[in-house]
């Protein structure tokens, strides 16, 4: 539990969305980021009744951009306008042009919405949209308006906004001095969860999240982990004080979920009568955030249903800069899903499983039997391969019912949406089906379940016709025969066909005109048509409404009250086939927590399925879970580039790491080798194995890891102010204080951003720190030939290498690791392979001869015999080296003798000359 002045918010301003998110400076000018403070009319009395009311909504929400819906077009004014107008291309014009001040004005059609919400959403903003709340028709005066949604870029369900494979998720934070408040929903699918961290964990698990958009509370910019989320590639919004009043958020999530306390979500210490200092930071956060989605979303949120505790002890910690560098669920330099190892693997078919898997390979386990039930999942799976695929084609054919539900939930479904879920359901019974009977434990549970669902199926298949229209308004959603007001209404409304040919054959009689006949149109409504030869015999009564070359058209009072019925009757069935729709989208919303189960488990299964699928086609294994921290795994394949590579293009690798091989491996030899795919390779199986996955490679015994820490490549953080080594030496820091003897440490080329020397004494200090404090298992990989003495001391550090094969003048790589020390570093090879002209290369083996004669020349004759890292007696002459000592030269004594500050500046000069003359040949 947090102390009170531990998460105090300071001052209060607008809300404000920041971020990457945020439109270029070269698209927006920074007046137009922040809309906030147009400059409006001081004297509202002149305007029209709309543009008052325009106002009066713009002030509610001064921080958004306002789409004003006037008839069939959204409208925007003052600034905002101008926003839209470079964002969006829309030109930009003016409302009262001859005017003093006229308004800037921009605009779009109605059914464009969705286009240009995207934009604007993408760019960063948050978009209110006015709506149009009552028929023009029946309106007295100004047609009413109100906000009925306010979009942001962690609030989207739309699915024409959202990627179908991929999350969009709104986190809340509260931070804290020692420990902070982390929330993050996914309103399109209603998985809403919360957790307690310590401070420093906080922006790791945001790089794992990924969260389109941060809510933190208004305060000084000088809050470290403030500073640190704008920093990030994410949209932040702040929010008032208020928002993070711990008694306020605890009793908003009470009333959410309609329950006197939390504890049976598995929240403990957090009953209602609770103060200020025993409600958890996590649960604040998510207070904050629940206020946050009922203010944009003006609806009801059903299906947000409970709130999940996250423990982070469960799962295989991985921080930010080792999911860079291992290019889990993005490329490193081109930030694209092709290329990483989520592109590699996926082979779901499901939106939902695909959005599941990626939430797996962001967040592997920890826990062997959670991670055995999965591997026996998949082993079945992979023996029985025709029911597997059976299940895929089954799943592919469904609709993705986690956002269908959060739509009904969020009371925005559509009628067809409906009827995509009653499809999807239909589905159920054959996936029971064969789901039956299995002997793996996680399968069965999946299959009990998968609730069939069969009232809401019979309900909505008895209620909505097969295909519905796309919008309600349009009519006939309810199926012939539900509803009989319904059928009565709707057949007054299509003009009575009964009612009409009677009266017809009545007036027929009646007047004795034989062509005499009753029609319809949108000016006249309905009207009595005969020959103009036929007039004469026309009642009294007959009111003529419009004479045509050869026919004359009147009208009646008996017919002009059935039209009153008829308009009527359309109006009135239109607003009970609404009410009709709410009521079964109601009923199906109540239904929502069991309706998320059941699309929770397809996703499980389409991730198992995927990864039998998987194991067949690229030739993976199951992994063996070992006890102790080992990783021997024979013929292993890096995942992602066995795929990009044309079959047998990849050279496999076996790994021995662990036990008698050492639980350090220092990897020497020429870049361009293959040591960071190997190192990376023995990662990205690990994970593979902790997400239950089976593996590239002929066999594989893995122990589990509790943390993965990957230092490889180079890059500044100019943003942060730090070089390339400063990163390198920061991200280092943290593998030293944060490693265990279960975590996996992955390391490459520490070092090389300095000196020879500093860079050979750092990597030196940190391999004996690794095996002396932390003994756990390692991958060093390094240019660094000196460290491979380190074997000699160290009894847990083994020497590997690159294999080269050399051929007349010519080196062929092997891509293959074998134990052993490399002799050569082959960087002018390497040179060659990228296409150095000649001249340089020969230019740069003459001066590497005369290097390594001064360098051997110049070295000391006796070895260090301590652990200290000394430089060696005699360097091979094949060992080329960046830099180089010198012996002490006896000028450099005479140097140290001269009284420099006694020294007038002629005498200076006298003595340099001098002694540059000593220096002379």
């Known amino acids: ?3 009170a002045d531990d998460h105090s918010p300071d001052a209060s301003v607008p809300d404000t969305v920041m971020g990457e998110h945020a439109a270029s400076p070269a698209d927006v000018s920074p007046a137009e980021t922040s809309p906030a403070d147009p400059p409006f009319p001081v004297d509202r009395a002149g305007l029209t009744p709309m543009m008052q009311r325009y106002l009066e909504v713009k002030d509610q929400h001064p921080a958004a951009i306002l789409f004003f819906r006037m008839g069939d077009f959204y409208e925007l004014f003052y600034e905002d306008a101008k926003v839209a107008a470079r964002i969006l291309g ?6 009262d042009k001859n005017s003093e001040n006229p308004v800037p004005m921009a605009g779009f059609p109605y059914h464009a919405l969705t286009g240009y919400l995207q934009k604007m959403i993408r760019a960063g903003h948050r978009v209110a949209i006015c709506e149009q709340v009552e028929d023009p028709k029946a309106a007295k005066g100004m047609v009413k308006r109100e906000v009925t949604q306010i979009v942001t870029p962690g609030t989207l369900t739309d699915d024409s906004l959202l990627d179908p494979r991929e999350t969009n998720l709104l986190a809340a934070i509260l931070p804290g001095k020692s420990h902070s408040g982390l929330a993050w929903l996914e309103l399109s699918t209603g998985r809403f969860i919360c957790a307690t961290l310590p401070a420093s964990q906080i922006h790791d698990e945001l790089a794992r999240l990924q969260p389109a958009e941060v809510l933190t509370p208004e305060r000084s910019r000088e809050d470290l982990t403030i500073a640190r989320i704008r920093l990030g590639a994410w949209a932040v ?13 605890h009793r908003l999530l009470l009333d959410q979920f309609g329950v006197a306390t939390l504890e049976g979500f598995g929240f403990t210490g957090n009953s209602s009568s609770t103060t200020q200092t025993t409600i958890e930071p996590g649960i604040i956060a998510a207070g904050a955030l629940l206020e946050y989605v009922r203010e944009t979303q003006k609806s009801q949120l059903i299906h947000l249903s409970r709130l999940e505790p996250y423990e982070p002890t469960q799962h295989l910690l991985i921080d930010e800069s080792t999911r860079r560098s291992l290019e889990l669920t993005r490329t490193l330099r081109s930030n694209q899903r092709e290329g990483s190892l989520l592109w590699a693997i996926d082979q779901t078919v499901t939106p939902m499983g695909a959005r599941l898997l990626l939430e797996w390979l962001s967040n592997p386990l920890k826990e062997r039997t959670a991670i055995e039930a999965r591997l026996n999942a998949v082993s079945e799976l992979v023996v029985d391969l025709r029911t597997t695929q ?10 993705d019912i986690q956002r269908l539900t959060a739509r009904i939930g969020t009371g925005r479904a559509t009628p067809r949406d409906l009827v995509s879920l009653t499809r999807t359901l239909s589905l159920l019974p054959q996936i029971k089906a064969r789901l039956a009977g299995r002997r793996s434990t996680l399968l069965n549970e999946l299959e009990a379940k998968i609730d069939l669902h069969q009232d809401l199926r019979e309900a909505i298949e008895a209620a909505l016709v097969d295909e519905p229209p796309l919008n309600l308004t349009e009519g006939g959603a309810i199926r012939p025969g539900f509803d009989a007001q319904l059928d009565e209404w709707r057949d007054l409304a299509r003009g009575g066909k009964e009612w009409m040919a009677a009266y017809q054959a009545e007036e027929v009689r009646r007047t004795g005109i034989a062509n005499l006949k009753v029609g319809f149109n949108r000016v006249f409504g309905f009207y009595l048509e005969c020959s103009a030869s036929q007039a004469d015999k026309v009642p009294p009564e007959y009111i003529r409404k419009q004479t045509l070359k050869n026919y004359e058209r009147y009208i009646t009072p008996a017919l002009k009250e059935y039209e009153d019925k008829v308009l009527q009757a359309e109006s009135r069935s239109i607003a009970l086939e609404q009410q009709l729709f709410s009521e079964l989208r109601q009923k199906v919303s109540s239904r929502a927590a069991e309706l998320r189960g059941t699309a929770e488990s397809l996703a499980v299964l ?5 990864f039998a699928i998987l194991a067949t086609r690229r030739q993976y294994v199951r992994p063996e879970i070992a006890s102790e921290p080992v990783l021997d795994i024979r013929q292993g394949r890096h995942p992602v580039l066995d795929q990009l590579l044309p079959t047998g293009g990849f050279v496999p690798n076996d790994i021995r790491l662990g036990g008698s091989n050492g639980l350090i491996q220092l990897i020497t030899g020429p870049n361009m080798a293959g040591k960071s795919t190997y190192i990376r390779q023995a990662a990205l199986l690990t994970i593979l194995t902790q997400i239950g996955s089976f593996v590239p490679a002929e066999s594989a015994r893995i122990g589990l890891a509790d943390r993965i820490f990957a230092r490889v490549g180079a890059s500044d953080e100019l943003g942060r102010g730090q070089s390339t080594f400063m990163v390198e030496m920061t991200e280092t820091a943290r593998i030293l204080h944060s490693a265990t003897a279960s975590s996996l440490v992955i390391l490459d080329e520490i070092g090389r951003g300095t000196s020879t020397y500093d860079g050979i004494s750092l990597a030196w200090a940190i391999t004996e720190f690794l095996h002396d404090a932390v003994g756990c298992r390692t991958f060093f990989a390094t240019h660094y030939h000196e460290l491979t003495q380190l074997s000699a001391s160290l009894k847990s550090v083994m020497n590997w290498n690159v294999a080269v094969r050399e051929q007349n003048d ?10 052993g020390a490399a002799d050569k570093s082959y960087g002018i090879h390497v040179g060659r392979l990228a296409g150095l002209p000649g001249v340089v290369l020969d230019r740069a083996r003459e001066i590497l001869k005369v290097l390594e004669a001064e360098q051997t020349d110049h070295l000391s004759q006796d070895p260090a015999k301590s652990r200290l890292p000394a430089r060696k007696t005699r360097r091979s002459r094949e060992q080329q080296l960046t830099l180089f000592e010198l012996a002490e030269h006896p000028i450099l004594e005479k140097i140290r003798q001269l009284d420099v500050h006694g020294m007038s500046l002629e005498a200076a000069w006298q003595e340099l000359a001098r002694l540059r003359s000593e220096l002379s040949p």
């Open 1 to 3: 539990m947090m102390p």
């Open 390 to 399: 059976s299940l895929q084609e089954i799943l592919k054919t469904g609709y």
């Open 237 to 249: 919004t702040e929010r008032p004080p208020w928002a993070y009043r711990p008694e306020e958020a």
């Open 606 to 610: 389409d991730v198992l399925c995927s």
């Open 90 to 95: 829309l030109t930009l014009t003016s409302r």
């Open 810 to 819: 010519d080196v062929v790589f092997m891509h293959q690791i074998v134990p």
